[in-house]
């Protein structure tokens, strides 16, 4: 039988001082939800997840032998990265498309899916967190997202990696730097959007905590397959662990220009 548990968690018991986060490393619908009425190359385009970034996310968490958090159902099911009264909460058009299955989800259903995914998922990065400082650690929240090199009708994308911040420059200004220190890298600063989004994952779970955090953002066709997810995690990791003063728990491979 599958397992249709909503959060998928990597080395709990891992290096206390980091916490990797994944809001949107699924694109399944559980069964209980049906069809939401999108063919299944609109299931694999970015609007259903962030491509890449669960394989980024794991190969992460393997470099540092640290805990991982993980959402296991489509950002079109409900978004995990929102706050529980965002109107974009269950998107019902997202770039153009149409999410038929959303269409007629009124506040009960809404309220359904944050009580089954959206606070399952919360309350696993929260208790991470909590077993963490609970070493006496002061652990450093690190969201991996990807972005679509270009939104229909829009400019195309140039940036390769980007740092987003909320209310706290303790990594972000650090980890810029850092990547920009690298040959060929385009690295944006808050972009493609702001890094401040009241009620989100770093608010609730960095900012609120006052935990040092950032989310960083890939752009999805360099992590398209499982090389460039490797070869993009070695990167950070190697980045990472300058930043934190942290040590790499293996070898990871140069990353491929």
Not at 98 to 112: K, L
Request: charged fraction near 25%; include cysteine; glycine fraction near 8%.
């Amino acid at each position: 039988m599958a397992d249709t548990h909503p959060v998928e968690r990597v080395r709990p018991d891992g290096e206390p001082a980091l916490l990797f986060v994944c809001d949107h490393a699924s694109n399944a619908v559980p069964p209980e939800i049906g069809d939401l009425g999108l063919p299944a190359a609109d299931m694999a385009r970015h609007i259903a997840w962030d491509v890449g970034a669960r394989g980024v996310t794991l190969a992460l968490s393997d470099a540092f032998d640290a805990p991982a958090v993980l959402s296991r159902f489509s950002r079109l099911v409900i978004d995990p990265n929102r706050g529980e009264d965002d109107p974009t909460l269950v998107m019902k058009l997202y770039d153009g498309t149409i999410i038929a299955g959303n269409r007629h989800a009124d506040a009960a259903e809404v309220s359904r899916r944050l009580e089954h995914y959206h606070r399952p998922y919360h309350a696993a990065v929260a208790a991470a967190l909590d077993r963490a400082v609970g070493t006496g650690a002061t652990p450093a929240v690190i969201a991996i997202h990807s972005f679509t090199p270009q939104l229909r009708g829009r400019a195309p994308r140039p940036w390769h990696v980007t740092v987003l911040r909320n209310g706290d420059d303790r990594i972000a200004d650090p980890l810029l730097a850092r990547l920009r220190a690298e040959d060929e890298l385009v690295v944006g600063d808050d972009e493609p959007y702001t890094g401040y989004l009241e009620g989100d994952t770093m608010a609730r779970h960095g900012l609120a905590r006052g935990l040092p955090h950032v989310l960083i953002e890939l752009r999805n066709d360099l992590i398209a397959d499982a090389e460039g997810q490797q070869a993009w995690a070695a990167l950070l990791a190697r980045c990472l662990a300058d930043v934190l003063d942290l040590d790499l728990a293996e070898a990871a491979p140069d990353i491929p220009r």
